[in-house]
């Protein structure tokens, strides 16, 4: 069984920098889709980033293209998430999450089912 367990989180100013780090565990799949999701306090989780974890290919929202980057690392045990010029609006609790079966990476875009979660790690930026 897929277990994410996430990591990286923190306070930050308006303008800094933080990296999320995802660890997978457990059974891990070479083409799945993996991402990053928020929920703010009072808002509906959206989705932020995916990426196919066999090609690397990634989506992202609109409101943090530019600004955050999505990576695996070479064993594709480890997604990142490297947030940059973070915003007040981006605080949140952050999700790592991924489905659970190996394909093509089409089907990683950011309205993909997922099907594990981690626990999340919280993102507070300040003005």
């Known amino acids: 069984q897929l277990q994410l367990v996430e990591s990286g989180g923190g306070s930050v100013q308006a303008g800094g920098s933080l990296r999320l780090s995802c660890a997978a565990s457990?059974?891990?799949?070479?083409?799945?889709?993996m991402g990053w999701f928020r929920q703010a306090p009072g808002k509906e989780r959206e989705a932020v980033a995916i990426?196919?974890?066999?090609?690397?290919?990634?989506d992202y929202a609109d409101s943090v293209k530019g600004r955050f980057t999505i990576s695996q690392d070479n064993a594709k045990t480890t997604v990142y998430l490297q947030m940059n010029s973070l915003k007040p609006e981006d605080t949140a609790m952050y999700y790592c999450?991924?489905?659970?079966?190996?394909?093509?990476?089409?089907?990683?875009?950011?309205?993909?089912?997922?099907?594990?979660w981690g626990q999340g790690t919280l993102v507070t930026v300040s003005s």
């Open positions: 990426i196919h974890s066999g090609g690397g290919a990634a």
């Open positions: 457990g059974y891990t799949y070479s083409s799945n889709c």
């Open positions: 999450a991924a489905d659970l079966t190996d394909g093509p990476s089409w089907r990683c875009h950011l309205n993909r089912h997922v099907e594990v």
